[in-house]
């Protein structure tokens, strides 16, 4: 069977009568005008499909298989989804399982993968392993980020392995090239190698302060951004926080990613820190010394959360922080918590809130999960807390944390004015106390409303 490729968007207009006949054949199968009407404006060469053979056929078979509400669904999600079969479009799912790639994952981050014929799939999947010498573990972590590389055909995705290459003047088959395009922004592969080379060029000509800075600019994704807008906000940049040139390529050499906020973005993140209790003076000197918190909004939940934590449970003051600000450049759950729970554990410290006082600060700031494991690993001072790996650190962490934040919806405050509960055994008492609550809360609540319902005779 010929496969059905997808149409350039200059495709020769339809004509009224045909455009008519096509959006009556989705009216038939049960689509709206509005979700028609989307789904033409995306993929307009469907409008010169003919109704009979091709279009209604289509329509058809993929309403057995999804019904009309989910059909509906996905002709928005998927452009061009009309242009495979169920059958075609499961085949492609089921091989992309087979190779140990999380296939629903890529059909979310890059569902037209899908729509592709398995042949050209599996040859640009093949051609990346290849080119590059991956492993099948290392092709897995590569499809799940970048994903829409297998959208592209083979020459497109050598062609930009090979100017990663040559901009970084590494061979091909080298581990550390591998590494570096596992670890790169999401869009690597939607830019021609072209354009991809003349941008990294063009950043690393105005700002950077060495040549290893282009690695940083490769994997934080400057290339998304044209020449004149990489001028015009970095222009800005300079203009919000008063940085001379020197200043400008060392903070952006750093974190090239600032590029890719709007300047409004990074003025009301910048705002936003003062809102939250830092002086202008404090703001600018955190974010001179951390050029990434720029990039945050500062009044989300996991930012919020974090501000908290660190006042709150570890007792820190604005300016402890404003003089630390790599603290608000880590997680809660993946780094900040991990560090200050295994001390409490073990007895390093008695209490989060005097972890300053303990000699152990720096730990808690200066050390990276890999740096960090031996320092985990080592045997506690309490006898019942032994840990077999640093993973079992940061999972067991991950898991208190949310189960008091998330499943008990605990506040950072009321956690702080219990600490107890962080040294509570999760499995062996906290959840099973906590179900137990819940039940009779739950029991209770059942007897008033069933036992004895409000009546107008009743006092409330």
């Known amino acids: ?68 509400e989910q059909l509906s669904q996905q002709l928005q999600k998927v452009q061009g989804l009309l242009v495979c079969t169920p059958k075609e479009h499961g085949e492609v799912y ?38 590059a010498a991956f492993s099948d573990k290392q092709m897995c972590i590569l499809v799940h980020k970048p994903s829409v590389a297998l959208a592209l055909g083979t020459e497109r995705v050598l062609g930009t392995l090979q100017t990663v290459s040559a901009i970084l003047e590494m061979p ?35 700002y950077a302060t060495g040549t290893h800075v282009a690695r940083t600019a490769i994997t934080m994704g400057v290339f998304v951004n044209p020449e004149p807008v990489m001028q015009a906000r970095a222009a800005k940049l300079q203009e919000q926080l008063g940085w001379d040139s020197d200043q400008l390529k060392q903070k952006l050499s750093a974190s090239p ?51 908290q934590f660190l006042t709150r449970l570890l007792g820190l003051t604005l300016a402890d922080i404003a003089v630390r600000p790599q603290l608000l450049a880590h997680s809660v759950t993946g780094f900040l918590g991990p560090r200050v729970w295994f001390m409490h554990q073990t007895g ?30 080592s045997p506690p001072s309490n006898p019942s807390m032994v840990f077999d790996s640093v993973c079992m650190v940061f999972d067991h962490w991950k898991q208190h944390w949310e189960f008091l934040r998330q499943h008990m919806k605990l506040s950072v405050d009321t956690i702080a004015a219990h600490q107890d509960l962080l040294l509570t055994s999760l499995p062996d008492r ?31």
């Not at 190779?99 to 059909?107: D, F, I, N, T, W």
Request: aromatic share 8%; proline share 5%.
């Open 94 to 131: 089921a091989w992309l399982v087979s190779k140990g790639v999380s296939a629903a994952r890529v059909q979310l981050k890059a569902p037209h993968v899908m729509t592709r014929e398995i042949r050209a799939v599996q040859s640009t999947f093949e051609a990346l392993q290849q080119a």
């Open 430 to 460: 906290l959840a099973p106390r906590w179900q137990l609550l819940s039940s009779i809360a739950s029991g209770q609540a059942a007897f008033k409303a069933e036992d004895h319902p409000h009546s107008p005779g009743h006092s409330v």
């Open 1 to 68: 069977m010929v496969r059905h490729a997808l149409p350039t968007p200059a495709a020769s207009p339809a004509s009224a009568d045909k455009a008519d006949a096509v959006r009556a054949e989705f009216a038939k199968a049960g689509i709206s005008a509005e979700v028609a009407q989307k789904v033409l404006a995306k993929y307009k060469p469907c409008l010169n499909w003919d109704v009979e053979t091709k279009l209604r056929p289509a329509l058809q078979s993929w309403l057995q298989e999804l019904g009309t």
């Open 257 to 307: 990613s600032i590029l890719n906020y709007e300047p409004s973005t990074l003025a009301r993140n910048f705002h936003d820190m003062q809102g939250a209790g830092f002086s202008h003076k404090q703001v600018w000197a955190m974010c001179t010394q951390q050029p990434s918190l720029l990039g945050r909004k500062w009044t989300s939940d996991m930012n919020s959360e974090k501000l």
């Open 348 to 377: 390093a410290v008695k209490v989060p809130n005097n972890v300053m006082t303990s000699g152990c600060f720096s730990y808690v700031c200066g050390y990276s999960r890999a740096q960090s494991s031996i320092r985990l690993s």
């Open 172 to 206: 091909m088959g080298l581990d550390s090239l591998r590494q570096i395009i596992m670890a790169t922004h999401d869009r690597l592969f939607l830019h021609s190698p072209a354009m991809l080379h003349q941008r990294v060029t063009f950043f690393c000509q105005m």
